[in-house]
Structures are given as C-alpha cells and as structure tokens.
T-cell receptor, first 114, second 114 residues
Framework: AQTVTQSQPEMSVQEAETVTLSCTYDTSESDYYLFWYKQPPSRQMILVIR??????QNATENRFSVNFQKAAKSFSLKISDSQLGDAAMYFC???????????FGDGTTLTVKP | DAGITQSPRYKITETGRQVTLMCHQT?????MFWYRQDLGHGLRLIYY???????DKGEVPDGYVVSRSKTENFPLTLESATRSQTSVYFC?????????????FGNGTRLTVT
C-alpha cells in the first residue's frame, strides 16, 4: 500500500521569506502523480501544485515550486516570498495513474509571521 | 453555480442515530470520494466511486454506507453513529484522465456525535 509521510507537523516562516515543506512517499509504481493541497482556516481544500512522476522537470506555479526526487521518493514544496495568506495546513498527496483514490499525508501547519 | 456542494455544513447527532451526509457535483465527474479528517490523521478515505452504481471501500469504511444511483450524487450514511465518528467529512470529485486530475473538494461537514 502506498504511504505518504509529512515529517513536519508545524512550520513557521517570516513574511517575505522562503520555506520548504517536506513530503516522502512509498510506492512500487513508476507512473503516478503527486499533489500539494492547501487548507486555510476556512476549511476549503485548494490545489496548490501537481507533479507527474514521468516528468523530470519540477513543477512551478508562481511562488510555489516543488523539488521532486523520484529515486529518493521525495516531493517537497517550496514557498517563496511568503505571504500572510499562505498560512494554512498543507497536505501532500499521491495518486497512482490507474487508480482513482489518493493517499494523503497528515499535513503540515504553516504559520506566517508578519 | 458549478461545483461540489456538501450538506449540511454542521451536524450534531446522538449516538445510535442514523445520519446522512449529502454530496452533489455539477461537473459530471466520474470519480467521487468521501474522506474524514481528524487531528493527527490527515485525510483518510472512507469510500469512493468510479461511476454510478460502482463503489469501493477505502481505508476506514466500517460503520459507513454509500450509494451512487446518479453520477452527480454520492451520499454517505452513518447507520448507527458512534462518538468515534465525530469528525470533519469531505466529499471530493475528479474527472478527466484518472491520475492527472486533482481532487475538487466540497467545503466539508463537521459532524459531532454526542
């Protein structure tokens, strides 16, 4: 069974600084997708970024980028120029290409200090 | 408006009562999911559905029942609620190519079992 581990229950960052959230996963599959979701205090789950495992290039969405290390099964999220609105819980998720379900990590709560 | 809606947003019920959480999506997504979110456990999959009349168990299905007679609806029923089922419940859907498609979440239902 696939597992996703987020080893940092809580992280904090100063406004305008950069922070990296860690995620590792375990799978025997070679073709899959990885996602980062954000959950602000409103409880709404929002897609931040996605990465296809067959792509070596790291995904980027504005201030958000990932460091995808397939051999190490690592998928970290980097947030640059952190803003107060980035404060949220962040979830890493894995989805096998031919399966419907996703597996989530336990989440990392990010605090942004003004 | 297009999207995925859950109802109710908050629910308090007593131990032993049956309660149904509703989920409706307007995208005609083939996949739908029910997750529960508890402190320290991230999101855990209860049940999912690949299409109308096709459902499958997730990680924590005991005590829950689902049905999917129509593509757009995926209700979750707690047959006899227990205190351990106090949680926040999220419905989600996804469409398109299976693995690549992110999950689209509803706003969640906070269920309290007294």
């Amino acid at each position: 069974a696939q597992t996703v581990t987020q080893s940092q229950p809580e992280m904090s960052v100063q406004e305008a600084e950069t922070v990296t959230l860690s995620c590792t996963y375990d799978t025997s599959e070679s073709d899959y997708y990885l996602f980062w979701y954000k959950q602000p205090p409103s409880r709404q789950m929002i897609l931040v970024i996605r990465q296809e495992a067959y792509k070596q290039q790291n995904a980027t969405e504005n201030r958000f980028s990932v460091n995808f290390q397939k051999a190490a099964k690592s998928f970290s999220l980097k947030i640059s120029d952190s803003q107060l609105g980035d404060a949220a819980m962040y979830f890493c998720a894995y989805r096998y290409t031919n399966a419907g379900k996703s597996t989530f990590g336990d989440g990392t709560t990010l605090t942004v200090k003004p | 408006d297009a999207g995925i809606t859950q109802s109710p947003r908050y629910k308090i019920t007593e131990t032993g009562r049956q309660v149904t959480l509703m989920c409706h999506q307007t995208w005609s997504h083939s996949y739908m999911f029910w997750y529960r979110q508890d402190l320290g456990h991230g999101l855990r999959l209860i049940y999912y559905s690949a299409a109308a009349d096709i459902t499958d168990k997730g990680e924590v299905p005991d005590g829950y029942v689902v049905s999917r007679s129509k593509t757009e609806n995926f209700p979750l029923t707690l047959e006899s609620a227990t205190r351990s089922q106090t949680s926040v419940y999220f419905c989600a859907s996804s469409g398109g190519r299976i693995g690549n498609s992110p999950l689209h979440f509803g706003n969640g239902t906070r269920l309290t079992v007294t």
